[in-house]
C-alpha cells in the first residue's frame, strides 16, 4: 500500500482531500529537484554537517540474494508445539535454523496462510532467534493482502503471555541476520521489560510487518501495549539494540507506561523506517510514537507519523541522538505536557528535509501554569529544516501569559536552528 493511501486510510480522507494532498505533494517534490536540493539516498548535506545514510549502511548488510540459503523448512501447523507428531509448527522450524549453520528459510503452507499461530504463554516463552534465518509469511504465488499475512499472537489479551520475538544469539562477538516478513504479531507481553512485540539484538530487517496489541507487564497493573514500572522497559511493541531497517510496516496502538518512553519503538543504536506508518501510539513520558536515545541514529523516509501522543514531550517523536526525516509527514500528534513538541521534541541533531508537519498540538502546562511550545517542534539541539512544510500546528494552552513560550510550528529553546526554503502557514 502507497504512503499516500495508508494516510488516506488512517485519516478517512474521501477521493478530493486525497487528490488535494497528493498534487501538493508533487509540487513540493517539484520545487525541490528544480533547485537541486533532492537527497540521493546517501548523503544529506545540512549546514556544516555532512550525514551519512543508514541506508548505505543497510544496503551493505542486507544484500537479496547475497548469501546462499542452507536449508528451507515449510511450517505445517499452527499449533505451538515442540512434539513427534510429524508435523513442523513455526517453534520447531526456529529451533531447528538455529541448529544448522548458515541462512536458512521459514516458509508457511500455504493452508496456513492468513491463519494465527497462537504462542502458548510462558510455557515455552518466546521465540528466540539465534542464527541466520529469513521468516516469510506468505507462501509462493499468493497475492499477499494485509488479511494474508500469517498472524502471530502472544497470549496477552488476558495477561500473562509472551514476548513474540526475541533476537539474540548471546554473543559480543558476533552478529546474525534475520530477515521478517508478511507477518502480524500482536499480542505479545512481557513483565518488566522491553519490546513485548520484538526485542532485536542483531542485524534484522523487517518488511510488511503489523506490530499492534502487544503488552508489558508490571506487578498489578497492566495496559493494552504498554511498557512498565522500569527504565528498561521501554518500547511497547519493539525495543532495537543494533542494527533494524523496517520497510511498508505498520506500529498501531501501542503503549508505553513507565521508564523513558516510547509508545511504540524504543531505539538505542541504528533504525531506518521507509514506506512506514507509526500510528495512535502513546505514553506518559516522552516518544509517543519513537523514543530515539543518546547516542543512537533514526532516519525516517517516505513514512507517516500519525496520532501519536505523549503526557511528557515529543507526541511523536523524542530524540536524543541523530534523526533524519525525509519525505515524511508528522500529523496530528499531541503532547500533553509541560515541554512541547506535538510531533517532535529534539534534544539531540535533527534534520527534516521535504517533509509536512501538520496539525500537532502542545495541550499542557505544568501545575504552576508554565508552557514550553513548539506545536510542531520544540528543540534544544541542533535543528535543520529544508524544503518543508509546517501548517496548521498549534500550543493550545489555557492561557498565554508571559511564562508560556508558544511557537506554534517550531520553539527553539536554547539550541541553534537553520530553516531554509520552508513553508509557515497558518500556525
Given amino acids: 500500500m502507497s504512503k499516500l493511501n495508508r494516510l488516506a486510510a488512517y485519516l478517512g ?63 505445517t501447523t499452527n499449533s505451538d508445539t515442540v512434539s513427534p507428531d510429524g508435523l513442523l509448527s513455526l517453534r520447531e522450524a526456529i529451533l531447528a535454523a538455529n541448529a544448522n549453520p548458515g541462512l536458512d528459510v521459514i516458509e508457511f503452507d500455504r493452508s496456513l496462510v492468513g491463519s494465527t499461530i497462537n504462542l502458548q ?14 521468516i516469510q509469511g506468505w507462501a509462493d504465488n499468493v497475492d499477499t493482502l494485509f488479511d494474508e499475512r500469517v498472524t502471530i499472537d502472544g497470549g496477552g489479551r488476558d495477561g500473562y503471555g509472551t514476548r513474540i520475538f526475541d533476537i539474540d544469539d548471546g554473543r559480543l562477538d558476533n552478529v546474525i541476520n534475520v530477515e521478517l516478513a508478511g507477518l502480524v ?33 508490571w506487578q498489578n497493573t497492566y495496559a493494552r501495549n504498554e511498557s512498565e514500572e522500569d527504565w528498561n522497559s521501554v518500547g511497547g511493541a519493539i525495543a532495537n539494540y543494533h542494527n533494524l531497517h523496517l520497510i511498508d510496516s505498520e506500529v498501531v496502538s501501542n503503549s508505553a507506561i513507565q521508564g ?3 509508545g511504540g519503538i524504543y531505539n538505542a543504536w ?40 505523549a503526557y511528557g514531550q515529543g507526541g511523536g517523536i523524542t530524540n536524543l541522538g541523530s534523526l533524519l526525516v525525509e519525505g515524511s509527514e508528522l500529523r496530528e500528534n499531541v ?32 501545575a504552576n501554569g508554565v508552557s514550553l511550545g513548539g506545536g510542531a517542534v520544540f528543540s534544544t539541539g541542533s535543528l535543520t529544516v529544508e ?3 509546517f501548517e496548521r500546528n498549534a500550543v493550545n494552552v489555557p492561557t498565554l501569559t508571559e511564562r508560556n513560550q508558544a511557537g506554534g510550528a517550531i520553539h527553539v529553546y536554547g539550541g541553534s536552528a537553520t530553516i531554509v526554503d520552508t513553508t509557515f502557514r497558518e500556525n
Fill in 387 to 389: 524544503g518543508s512544510l
Fill in 335 to 366: 503532547t500533553r505536557g509541560d515541554v512541547g513538541g506535538g510531533a517532535l521534541a529534539n534534544g539531540g541533531v535533527a534534520i527534516i528535509h521535504d517533509s509536512e508537519f501538520s496539525y500537532n498540538k502542545v495541550m499542557g502546562v505544568t
Fill in 270 to 309: 541504528n533504525l531506518l523506517i521507509e514506506d512506514s506508518v507509526v500510528a495512535e501510539n502513546q505514553t506518559p513520558n516522552q516518544g509517543g510514537g519513537i523514543y530515539n536515545d543518546a547516542q543512537a541514529k533514526l532516519e525516517l523516509h517516505d513514512t507517516l507519523v500519525v496520532r501519536n501522543m
Fill in 13 to 75: 480522507w474521501n477521493d478530493k482531500r486525497r487528490r488535494k494532498h497528493s498534487d501538493a505533494s508533487r509540487r513540493r517534490r517539484a520545487r525541490r529537484l528544480l533547485v537541486g536540493e533532492r537527497l540521493d539516498g546517501r548523503l544529506l548535506m545540512a549546514g556544516d554537517l555532512a550525514v551519512p545514510s543508514l541506508r548505505e549502511l543497510f544496503a551493505d548488510t542486507f544484500v537479496e540474494g547475497d548469501q546462499p540459503t542452507s536449508r528451507t523448512f515449510i511450517v
Fill in 121 to 134: 504463554d510462558r510455557a515455552l516463552g518466546a521465540l528466540r532467534i539465534t542464527d541466520d534465518v529469513r
Fill in 185 to 217: 504479531l500482536t499480542n505479545g507481553w512481557t513483565r518488566a521489560q522491553d519490546g513485548a512485540a520484538l526485542r532485536n539484538m542483531e542485524n534484522t530487517r523487517v518488511e510488511n510487518v503489523k506490530f499492534s496489541h502487544n503488552r508489558a507487564h
Fill in 260 to 262: 523513558k518512553g516510547g
